[in-house]
């Protein structure tokens, strides 16, 4: 009998406050998995690294840009030849730029829209397909609560995030006959130097809203993707998975 190699999957933003987690409960699932992030955080490798020394085979690193489209384009086909089709592509790639639109400059929004809107679109182009024509692909794209309910000081990154969900419901209708789901997770707020980022007195409010009690972790966002990436998620497609700790309930 002979085993199928692993499914190749790539997780942008890969050594980031989520990405690493991700990366690495989808090493443990059996998948083979290319971390991309930005050559800048190459210093961030080291700890990357080391976090992940018990999946250290089965995780690789890529350098590229998601907010540029060449770069994504290139880094797929490199990945193609190395490794052969991606199958499992997970966008986690995200920034934030928190100030009220009373302040906001052009260069706030666009470098916003360029890593969290637009870095999807550069991910999924080059790999959809691929994807189709082998018949099997699992997208998960990280949206957020803060896209379901808008924040204080998040106009850009409520805007980019809703608009990851749109994307992700129209691309499902696109490739649903082929065997290939696309879904949204939308975190709320975890344990990740993003969440960190925000003041302390503003973050406790927050943690005093969330049911559960505290600040999620990097590794209760990974089971959700993981559990929408699996071979055996085929019927889940255009869905959008809430894993926010109750902070926000809807159906
Ligand atoms: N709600 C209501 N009022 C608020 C407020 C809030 N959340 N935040 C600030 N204000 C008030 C201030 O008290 C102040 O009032 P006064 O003018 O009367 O003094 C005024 O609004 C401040 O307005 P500014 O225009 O000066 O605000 P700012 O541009 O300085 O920005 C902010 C404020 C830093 C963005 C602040 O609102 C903030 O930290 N908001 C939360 C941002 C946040 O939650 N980001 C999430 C990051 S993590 C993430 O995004 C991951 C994920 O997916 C969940």
């Known amino acids: 009998m002979s085993l199928s190699p692993p499914r190749l999957a790539v997780v942008t933003g890969g050594i980031g406050g989520l990405g690493t987690e991700i990366c690495r409960q989808l090493a443990r699932a059996g998948r083979h998995v290319i971390a991309v992030d930005l050559a800048t955080r190459e210093e961030r490798l080291a700890a990357f690294r080391q976090e992940l020394a018990d999946s250290h085979d089965a ?18 086909s490199r990945i193609e030849q190395q ?3 991606v199958e499992i592509l997970v966008n986690a790639a995200g920034i934030t730029r928190d100030v009220s639109l009373r ?12 890593v969290n809107l637009d870095g999807v679109f550069n991910m999924c182009r080059p790999v ?4 189709t024509a082998r018949g099997f ?12 309910t808008g924040q204080f000081g998040q106009t850009n990154y409520s805007a980019a995030k809703a608009g990851v969900h749109g994307f992700s419901m129209a691309l499902a209708r696109e490739t649903a006959r082929k065997g290939v789901t696309v879904n949204t997770v939308s975190p709320g707020y975890c344990d990740t130097p993003m969440v960190a980022a925000v003041s302390a007195e503003i973050r406790q409010q927050i943690v005093d809203g969330i049911p559960v009690g505290r600040l999620g972790s990097p590794a209760d966002i990974a089971r959700a993707v993981c559990f929408l990436a699996a071979d055996d998620a085929g019927y889940i497609t255009g869905a959008n998975l809430p894993v926010n700790g109750g902070y926000f309930m809807s159906f």
Do not use: Y
């Not at 302040?103 to 360029?114: A, N, R, V, Y």
């Not at 997208?139 to 379901?148: A, P």
């Open 59 to 76: 995780v690789t690193f890529e350098p590229a840009d998601v907010s540029d489209f060449d770069s994504c384009q290139q880094l797929i």
């Open 83 to 85: 490794h052969g089709g």
């Open 128 to 131: 959809v397909e691929g994807m």
């Open 103 to 114: 302040k906001m400059t052009p260069q706030q929004w666009h470098e916003l829209m360029q």
């Open 137 to 148: 692909g699992r997208i998960v794209n990280i949206s957020s609560v803060n896209g379901q």
